[in-house]
């Protein structure tokens, strides 16, 4: 069964530093698709970013990068110059051939001033 | 533009009422989703649907029903609730269950189950 892993419950960064949250996935499929969900406080659910896994270029969302790794399985995003608004809880998502979205347990990050 | 609507927003139940929570989506998307997050274990999904007539389960379907008569609506529905189904629960709808597209979410329901 597909898994998604997310190492870090907790993290927190400075204002205008970078931070990376890691993301690791199980799968045995070779094409799926890889999502990070953003979700502050408000509770609603944002994507961030997106990343199909027959590319090799990573992707790029304005402040936001992924490092994709498919050999390792990993897919870990990159927030620089970090603000305040980035503080939310970070879900990765992955999704293969079928319509099942596997979540996460998420990253809790905190901004600091 | 509405986007994924979901009511009620807040819902206190006691155990063994059934209700219904509804989703609606004004985007024409073919795919509806329901999860329920709960601390510590991410967002799980319950049932989803990949067009009007269609649905069927995902991982925790154990207590909810489903129906999609139609392209916009899909609601959830708790038949005899329990304080395990206490959660936040979240509908989801994308264009087409392919595997690029992002879903767009509801802003969630708060339930309590007492």
């Known amino acids: 069964a597909q898994t998604v892993t997310q190492s870090q419950p907790e993290m927190s960064v400075q204002e205008a530093e970078t931070v990376t949250l890691s993301c690791t996935y199980d799968?045995?499929?070779?094409?799926?698709?890889l999502f990070w969900y953003k979700q502050p406080p408000s509770r609603q659910m944002i994507l961030v970013i997106r990343?199909?896994?027959?590319?090799?270029q990573n992707a790029t969302e304005n402040r936001f990068s992924v490092n994709f790794q498919k050999a390792a399985k990993s897919f870990s995003l990159k927030i620089s110059d970090s603000q305040l608004g980035d503080t939310a809880m970070y879900f990765c998502?992955?999704?293969?051939?079928?319509?099942?979205?596997?979540f996460g347990t998420g990253t809790r990050l905190k901004v600091l001033a | 533009n509405a986007g994924v609507t979901q009511t009620p927003k807040f819902q206190v139940l006691k155990t063994g009422q059934s209700m219904t929570l509804q989703c609606a989506q004004d985007?024409?998307?073919?795919?509806m989703s329901w999860y329920r997050q709960d601390p510590g274990m991410g967002l799980r999904l319950i049932h989803y649907?990949?067009?009007?007539?269609?649905?069927d389960q995902g991982e925790v379907p154990n207590g909810y029903n489903v129906s999609r008569s139609t392209t916009e609506d899909f609601p959830l529905r708790l038949l005899s609730a329990a304080p395990s189904q206490t959660s936040v629960y979240f509908c989801?709808?994308?264009?087409?269950?392919?595997?690029?597209?992002?879903?767009?979410f509801g802003d969630g329901t708060r339930l309590s189950i007492l």
């Open positions: 989801a709808s994308s264009f087409t269950g392919a595997g690029n597209q992002p879903q767009h």
């Open positions: 990343q199909e896994a027959y590319k090799q």
């Open positions: 998502a992955f999704r293969e051939g079928t319509y099942k979205y596997i």
């Open positions: 649907s990949v067009g009007a007539g269609i649905t």
């Open positions: 985007m024409n998307h073919e795919y």
């Open positions: 799968t045995s499929e070779n094409n799926y698709y």
